[in-house]
Every structure is written in structure tokens, then in C-alpha cells.
């Protein structure tokens, strides 16, 4: 819990999220950093396992899918923020730095502690909630005024199956529900020993 305050106190201080009014820009920054370290820990998760089951010789327990999935999801958040706002090379480069940080301590840390590296995960997915209500109430507010009327991107109407006058509400809503179920998922794994059968099954 405290590990995810640090990393929240340094995310918000190079977001801007606690300076001045969070604007559409300010807001695609965020969102887009933030879903490049989150498509992080599923695919680590998942490549942790899938040596495991190699290397052993046994079964994974249906762990692989649920991870590969999450992964999956919070890469498709990225892509549609993406429609939205192309970063420069300045942003490019700290995502590289970033990811790069990420990756390589997250993968040590699932090898020495899945529980704990799933409960962590778990709650970095109940701050993305938090933050996505944020965004919602300033949208409803008329904070940001741009995306009260903006029509959703392609990419994100057939992902989420969203009706074709579906506005950027409509996909905030999606992805913050998309966060809450990575953090039961999370949470739900964190409480299991790794060996356990998985509860959620392929699309859950």
C-alpha cells in the first residue's frame, strides 16, 4: 500500500494533477503514462507462469489467460488515448525509462512473491478507479468541455462494443469499469496460493 503511495506521489507530481485546473491535454498525459506501466504487470505475470509451466512440466491452472487478458485490456486504454493525443519525444523517452524501471523490477518481484506482487497491483488499479471517477465528475461538471460533446473514438466503440453516438463519457466509464475488475481480479489472486485453480475463466 505504501509502495503504491510513493509511486502515486511522483506520478501525480509529473501529471500536474494536483497544479492548477486538469485540462483534456493534462488528462491524456496522465492517461496515457499511466496505461503504459499498467499493461506491465499482467504480461510479466504471465511470462513468470508460462516458464513455470515449461520448466516444470506442469499445468498453470488457467492463471496465464486471466493475466494475458489484463495485459491486453490496458493496452487497448493506451491505444485509445492514443487517437487522441500523439506524445513527443520527450514523453517517449520517459515512458522508455519508466517501463524499462518497471519491468525489470516487477518481473524479480513476481518471481520472489506473486501474492504480493498481485495485491500490489491491486491496489495501483484502485487508485486508476479513483482516477477515472475524477475525470467523470469533471466531465459531468463541465470541467472539460472539449470531451462533454466529443464523440468516442472508432478504436473504442468496436473494442467496447459501444453504440456508434457513444461519446468520450461513454469510454471513460468503460475503462474505469475495465480497472475495477482488474482490481477484484488482482486482489481475488493475491489471496490464492499461486498452485490454486483460477475462479475466473477465459473473458471473466
Not at 6 to 32: Q, T, V
Not at 58 to 71: F, N, S, Y
Request: charged content about 20%; hydrophobic content about 45%.
Amino acid at each position: 500500500m505504501y509502495t503504491v503511495k510513493i509511486m502515486r506521489f511522483f506520478f501525480d507530481l509529473f501529471s500536474g494533477y494536483h497544479f492548477g485546473a486538469m485540462n483534456e491535454i493534462k488528462w491524456l498525459r496522465r492517461i496515457i503514462f499511466l496505461e503504459t506501466v499498467a499493461g506491465v504487470p499482467g504480461m510479466m505475470g504471465a511470462m513468470v507462469r508460462h516458464l513455470h509451466s515449461l520448466r516444470r512440466l506442469q499445468r498453470d491452472h488457467g492463471w496465464i489467460h486471466t493475466l494475458l487478458e489484463e495485459a491486453e485490456n490496458e493496452r487497448m486504454h493506451l491505444l485509445t488515448a492514443l487517437e487522441l493525443r500523439k506524445p513527443g519525444p520527450v514523453f517517449r523517452f520517459s515512458v522508455l525509462m519508466a517501463q524499462g524501471l518497471f519491468t525489470n523490477i516487477f518481473f524479480l518481484a513476481y518471481l520472489i512473491s506473486p501474492r504480493f506482487c498481485h495485491r500490489f497491483v491491486g491496489y495501483l488499479e484502485e487508485d486508476a478507479v479513483k482516477t477515472y471517477t475524477r475525470c467523470l465528475a469533471e466531465i459531468d461538471s463541465g470541467h472539460l468541455k472539449m470531451w462533454c460533446k466529443m464523440p468516442a473514438p472508432p478504436i473504442a466503440i468496436e473494442y467496447w462494443r459501444l453504440g456508434e453516438n457513444a461519446l468520450m463519457r461513454d469510454v471513460i466509464l468503460a475503462i474505469r469499469a475495465d480497472e475495477a475488475h482488474h482490481r477484484l481480479v488482482n486482489h481475488t489472486l493475491g489471496g490464492m496460493d499461486p498452485n490454486q485453480k483460477n475462479p475466473f475463466g477465459p473473458g471473466q
